[in-house]
């Protein structure tokens, strides 16, 4: 009983005081055998030849506790309330790339077309759990390459078209507001650990052009936004690729970033330096989670039908050494995790008959 008064306190704490992200007490690295997930999907049917009623690739996921959260991707978006074993359709097939929850009942959702362009991508929201939608930027999104949203910050990365900012819940928005510091904005991370004393840390990864050459820049604000600074990145990076790269910083001065090559890179002081902590694969990232201990997992594209391989690895040392979670006909392309014990990924079945898959921690 004691264990988990402390575990609820601290999460209350979190709750009423510290919007950035969940921070969890540490608890005991956890040793032996490598961690084993729940393969089960949103429950398409069918899908061969037009039949049957089928759920198309995922993309994102989102939980707001054990029970309940949002995933969303080509076959739809969709809502679970027992910890994502059923899913309920909330919207039908569709170009929807992204999705963050923000409360129990409010959800931020970007859709896209492809390719992107001006009018090919629209943001949605929600405070009813789904009952109605308002669209928020009409007819400003050109992309829909990523989308922050925790509390009242809601950011929307739209590559090198404008991107978005807005810290008051999305009522008003400030347009790039790294000013020209960026060619494109892919990808981004706001740690969640507490607050610096002028406001908290923000990092964004994009590319700058010199000389008619694009290379990888990551810019860091340590007051949510105002003002931001160049973070020196390694010059051995593979180059600028078409999709983003996935970060996770699980506090302010430590953190991963994913690239193509199966490259990550791992700072412990804010950016100041780097060291590779890279996957025992050639494949591109495609997502990242990490506790502030160092756990965590990283998923690989996974997509060559007749060349299958490894999808998903975990470490327990920060990236040192990774083992295999996941192989074969699995690809994931989003994780999602509140903490210990707590985590989610999302996915598909490469093949031609489409199905999505949900890959559940086993607690």
């Not at 003002?227 to 506090?251: D, I």
């Not at 791992?266 to 506790?291: I, M």
Request: charged letters at 20%; one cysteine or more; hydrophobic letters at 35%.
């Amino acid at each position: 009983m004691r264990f988990w008064s402390l575990i609820l306190s601290c999460l209350f704490a979190f709750a009423v005081g510290q919007w950035q992200g969940r921070s969890y007490p540490p608890v005991g690295v956890e040793g032996g055998k490598v961690s084993n997930f729940f393969i089960t999907s949103t429950g398409g049917t069918g899908g061969g030849f037009g039949r049957g009623d089928p759920h198309y690739a995922l993309l994102d996921v989102s939980f707001w506790d054990d029970k309940v959260g949002w995933t969303c991707g080509y076959g739809g978006v969709f809502r679970t309330e027992d910890g994502g074993l059923t899913w309920k359709r909330v919207k039908p097939p569709g170009g929807w790339y992204h999705i963050r929850m923000v409360g129990k009942e409010e959800v931020w959702l970007l859709e896209g077309e492809h390719p992107g362009g001006w009018g090919k991508a629209r943001l949605w929201h929600t405070k009813d759990n789904g009952a109605s939608w308002e669209e928020v930027l009409a007819g400003k999104l050109a992309h829909y390459y990523y989308l922050y949203a925790k509390y009242n910050q809601v950011w929307v990365l739209c590559n090198g078209y404008p991107s978005y900012h807005a810290s008051d819940g999305g009522r008003t928005w400030k347009e790039n507001p790294w000013g020209n510091m960026l060619s494109s904005a892919v990808a981004m991370a706001i740690p969640a650990d507490v607050p610096t004393g002028k406001g908290f840390v923000v990092y964004v990864l994009g590319t700058s052009r010199e000389d008619g050459k694009e290379s990888w820049k990551l810019i860091k604000s340590e007051d949510g936004g105002e003002s931001w600074e160049e973070v020196n990145l390694p010059n051995s990076l593979p180059g600028p690729y078409w999709w983003f790269c996935p970060m996770c910083f699980p506090t302010s001065e430590m953190g991963w970033i994913g690239f193509p090559e199966g490259k990550v890179i791992f700072t412990v002081d804010g950016g100041k330096s780097w060291e590779f902590r890279n996957l025992p694969t050639d494949q591109f990232v495609t997502a990242l989670w990490f506790d502030q201990l160092g756990r965590g997992f990283a998923a690989v594209e996974n997509k060559d039908i007749f060349h299958l391989r490894n999808t998903l690895y975990e470490t327990r040392d920060g990236g040192r050494s990774w083992q295999v979670v996941l192989a074969g006909d699995k690809h994931i392309s989003a994780i999602c995790g509140l903490g210990p014990g707590y985590v989610w990924a999302v996915g598909d079945v490469p093949g031609y008959i489409p199905n999505d898959i949900v890959a559940i921690l086993k607690r």
